[in-house]
């Protein structure tokens, strides 16, 4: 059985292989030891934190697999960006230019630099290994967040947002940044991605045009990737699609890929997970014999900095666990959960 925890300092390891994996494509996960060390130190204390409201809390959960005691993946929770460190993106917008003399007038597509997501909670460095990325773990490993974020809502702000990995070949070139970011930033998109992930921004405002781009002049497969996700990142956007994220104009200033958004209590999980209290006064043996709903639901503690969230079957009609399920979500008999049905 998979479960979702918060991440530990036993894990760096396990971290480094996974941000090693993801090959220099994440912002977030960048391949330096010391600042995957400070992510799971910005965890452990934002978790011990008592929270009043979104600060500059950070939040990392990996997917454990119990029976191995291997690492997964990884995804996080930023609770309010562009506070202490800047949060650009391109947003898409249009400028029209008319001539009276020539009755012409040309609307033209501009990508303009803003820090609109100001104030936004991110969710963020979703990443699984290639031979668990499977439909079932991404599910556990993204939505579990969600559930937190329900149990937990005064530590994060009223928007949301997440970004998708823009279109890239298969030697993880960009089209979009050839064709743009190389003319301002000398370096692979790789290391610009590396350097963000460090929280060294600065180059990109010292660097990066004031003024609008014009995508008219960029060449056509440039033009062709902006708003658009990288093929293998469809199921991540999916499961976004359908939580309530919907692409409102805005890009990653490296690759274009979509910038998502939604009202965090407008999410589907936040908006249609319960709260049950399973019974687990009976017998271990008790417990399996009633054990009969086929249903996946995603089954969540309430805790903060002992957060545990499963996928199992569920009855919320007569609420029950396995043993074994007790144990992984560390619960208590009254102990209440949070459970969200699967997709």
Known sequence: ????????????????????????????????????????????????????????????????DQETGEILGISGIIATIGLSAPFYNFRVDEEVHASETLQTIN????????????????????????????????????????LFIAEHRDRFADRVLAEIQGVVDENNRSAFWNSLGTHFFPMAMSKANYLTGLEEKNFIADLMPRYPIYTRLLPKQARAVI?????????????????????????????????LEAGTDRLTTLRDSQIHQPDLSTTSAERETVYTQNDDYLVANTSARSFRCISTAFNPQAPTL??????????????????????
């Open 1 to 64: 059985m998979k479960v979702v925890r918060p991440v530990d300092y036993q894990d760096l390891s396990a971290l480094e292989t996974l941000a090693n994996s993801a090959r220099g494509s994440m912002t977030t996960l960048p391949a330096n030891r010391d600042h995957l060390a400070e992510l799971i130190c910005k965890t452990r204390d934002s978790l011990s934190q008592n929270v009043e409201g979104a600060g500059e809390e950070s939040y990392h959960f990996v997917l454990e």
């Open 107 to 146: 609307r033209m597509t501009v990508l303009k630099l803003c820090q609109d997501y100001t104030g936004y909670t991110s969710l963020c460095t979703l990443f699984i290994s290639q031979q668990h990325d499977s439909w079932s773990n991404l599910q556990l490993l993204s939505r579990a967040r969600l």
């Open 227 to 259: 708003g658009e996700p990288r093929p293998d990142r469809e199921p991540v956007f999916n499961i976004l699609e359908r939580e309530g994220f919907s692409y409102q104009g805005y890009v990653d200033i490296f690759d274009a890929g979509p910038t």
């Open 322 to 343: 396995k043993q074994k399920e007790t144990d992984l979500l560390q619960l208590n008999d009254g102990d209440p959960v949070r459970v969200a049905v699967s997709y």
